[in-house]
């Protein structure tokens, strides 16, 4: 089974060098469908797999000058308290009841459409944003709008382990669309990592995170993103994000069906 695990690993660390796209879409839905760990556990672990893969993401970014801290805080005011209020919530209820993984599931079903749907429109979004600067949020109404993003973003990543990448970037497009793409990617990693950090340390407290599991997707997954980022440009991007878009819709219907 840990082979299996690291292949995992290997193949979902692939796709995110590929195509950007956070791994939390792919990895919770996997480890929940094929390999029949309970949502709970499945979205801990990922959490802490995802703390680990983007403090190393954040400091690239960093060092690269594509981080707008400002921004960062202001999203970090929102999603790092209500990652603390929705893991209190999960310890009331009983993170790893039957009755909550189910919740859980159907909530990671949810998160995987979102993704969807921020892979296939982010583009036509910033476009048309572009195209009519007279709709973009300014001043006071933007910062309490990021702020408010956060908040969901930050219940959505404790929850199910899945937002914090295509559906993170997606709402920093609509609220920033003068954003180069390299500012958003690396805005995106940057307030993730406190909030997975947050989010793991929750899921910890309550049991739901595999250390072993954690330790052999680790392993696969650090040479396929290697792997994928040394490849992304020989392989179409349209041609990718269609099928992991087909492929995430297939596993959010079998998630709630």
């Keep these: 089974m840990t082979v299996s695990y690291v292949v995992s690993g290997f193949a979902v660390g692939l796709l995110v060098g590929l195509t950007g796209v956070g791994g939390g879409s792919l990895m919770t839905p996997l480890l929940t469908l094929l390999f029949g760990i309970h949502p709970s556990v499945a979205v801990g672990t990922d959490l802490a797999f995802a703390s680990a893969t983007k403090t190393a993401g954040t400091f690239a970014h960093r060092f690269k000058g ?25 310890k009331h209820f009983g993170a790893v009841s039957n009755e909550i993984g189910q919740v859980i599931r159907y909530s990671i079903a949810i998160s995987v459409l979102l993704t969807v749907i921020a892979l296939l429109f982010k583009g036509k979004l910033q476009a048309w944003l572009n195209a009519h600067p007279d709709r973009q949020l300014q001043g006071r109404q933007l910062a309490n709008a990021t702020m408010l993003s956060g908040a969901v973003l930050g219940a959505l990543v404790t929850i199910s382990s899945i937002g ?52 052999a997707l680790l392993l696969g997954s650090v040479p396929g993103i ?29 998630l709630v069906f």
């Design 226 to 254: 290697t792997i994928g980022s040394l490849a992304a440009r020989a392989v179409p991007e349209k041609f990718l994000r269609g099928l992991l878009a087909v492929t995430l819709t297939s596993v959010a219907l079998k």
């Design 164 to 215: 914090a990448g295509a559906v993170g970037a997606t709402l920093l497009v609509l609220l920033y669309p003068r954003l180069s793409p390299a500012e958003i990617a690396g805005t995106d990693i940057a307030y993730a990592v406190p909030l997975t950090a947050i989010a793991a340390f929750g899921h910890w407290w309550l049991g739901s995170i595999d250390w072993s599991l954690l330790g």
């Design 66 to 90: 594509t981080v707008r801290w400002d921004i960062v805080r202001r999203l970090s005011y929102g999603a790092l308290p209500a990652a603390v209020v929705t893991t209190l919530l999960l």
